[in-house]
């Protein structure tokens, strides 16, 4: 197994340095053009057999266990080079070309999500201890990609912007609008648009630990008359609202219901509304989700090319008024989660354990990676139930520093 493992590595291996530390204790350094360079240390022959044989899911689960650790640098280095090597090199590779045929082939059934098993998988994630993401997101609990104008602002700036940019996209023209938010989170974004701009605003999810804690925090502000949180999937809506907002819960959605989604947009809209959907994507195509993530943090999860999205949209009477590619904002805003997970970690393991930190920085520096390196990014689709819903221009997204126009906020 070894043999085979290193002969892999040698054709693997065309960007940058890895070496490896085998069980018996000889190192190999595999080295190509210039790139990142990173070692790891592989303590057991079992691990270097799941490695041959299934390393999309044996790396991580290697790192988790302690039978893979880096070797005189981080996980995140590590990461770095195999992602330096995954997709430039991936033809050498034919047995990766046929597991990544293979899960392609699965993905409709990985991906099966009627409203129980929806609950469960968001169960999985969102459902965790509620300290953990106090832990490490900015003080409003936003788990979604932020917006970086300049790119040097804070987390907790880069997120105010985001939720600004949104309310700018839904077009806040006047006070009392309606607006569902589907996969409200931890309540966040519903709040700012019912406190800062003066909405009506009904936030659905499927977890109930962030549930909760949406609901406390509504009352906390005294927003409770102006904002309303339910348990509920997105397919039980039966209202009409002027606004729909989704962020970061269409990766949730599974793609043989793309067009369940929205037509459920379609059909709540009122005549002039309009709706924006932020989700994370992938620039290069159709895939399939990694096996690891699937596994361990987003079961059922996947991010989708915009070629998968659009022709649901097209059937739905929709009408698609602007779209827009954030392509390094999640990076950044990735990058200070782990920062701040890092700075936070002893206590996180009081809290869960070391082989639960593990599992979080693998899943964190991996994620950094997929849109720093691997193709992924964040779409955001502005639809309208009519052509004339939205302005003609762009204007209105930039009208002045502090962002007045058809979305400035309403004064206290």
């Not at 493992?5 to 204790?25: C, E, K, Y």
């Not at 609008?177 to 936030?203: E, H, K, N, P, Q």
């Not at 729909?244 to 043989?256: A, C, K, N, Q, T």
């Not at 827009?324 to 990058?335: M, N, P």
Request: charged content about 25%.
């Amino acid at each position: 197994m070894q043999t085979a493992l290193d002969g892999i590595l040698r054709r693997f291996i065309g960007s940058g340095r890895l070496s490896v530390r085998w069980p018996d204790g000889h190192q190999t350094l595999y080295s190509g053009n210039d790139g990142p360079s990173a070692g790891i240390a592989i303590h057991t022959p079992r691990a270097a057999r799941r490695l041959l044989i299934n390393p999309g899911l044996a790396l991580g689960e290697g790192y988790m266990d302690g039978s893979i650790t880096a070797d005189e640098c981080g996980i995140y280095d590590v990461l770095d080079v195999m992602f330096a090597n995954i997709d430039s090199h991936m033809e050498r590779q034919p047995i990766l070309r046929f597991r990544t045929f293979l899960r392609r082939l699965k993905r409709r059934l990985d991906q099966y999500n009627p409203a129980a098993r929806a609950q469960k998988n968001v169960s999985h994630h969102y459902d965790l201890n509620g300290r953990l993401y106090s832990l490490f997101l900015d003080r409003d609990r936003q788990y979604s990609c932020a917006y970086f104008p300049r790119g040097d602002e804070t987390l907790e700036a880069a997120q105010l912007a985001k939720k600004r940019h949104i309310a700018a996209k839904l077009c806040l023209d006047r006070p009392g609008l309606r607006i569902l938010d589907i996969g409200s989170g931890w309540g966040g974004l519903a709040l700012t648009l019912a406190r800062d701009y003066g909405a009506r605003v009904t936030g659905i999810t499927l977890s109930r630990e962030q549930l909760a804690e949406s609901r406390d925090r509504a009352m906390t502000e005294g927003l409770e008359d102006r904002v309303n949180f339910e348990l509920l999937d997105y397919r039980a809506i039966d209202q009409r609202f002027d606004r729909i907002v989704s962020v970061g819960m269409f990766e949730h959605v599974g793609i043989g219901y793309y067009q369940t989604f929205f037509d459920t947009v379609s059909r709540c809209l009122t005549p002039d509304g309009v709706a924006l959907l932020h989700a994370i994507g992938r620039s290069d195509g159709p895939s399939s989700t990694n096996a690891w993530i699937d596994k361990y943090i987003f079961p059922g999860g996947y991010s989708p090319a915009l070629s998968e999205v659009i022709p649901a949209v097209e059937r739905s009477a929709l009408v698609v008024t602007d779209i827009e590619i954030l392509r390094l904002h999640y990076a950044q805003t990735l990058r200070h989660w782990r920062w701040r997970f890092n700075a936070n970690r002893d206590t996180i393991a009081s809290i869960y354990d070391d082989r639960f930190c593990r599992m979080f920085e693998f899943y964190l520096c991996g994620s950094e990676l997929a849109f720093r390196r691997g193709g992924h990014m964040v779409f955001q689709i502005q639809l309208g139930a009519r052509q004339d819903a939205v302005p003609l221009t762009r204007d209105y997204l930039y009208a002045g520093a502090g962002r007045i126009g058809v979305s400035s906020p309403v004064s206290s």
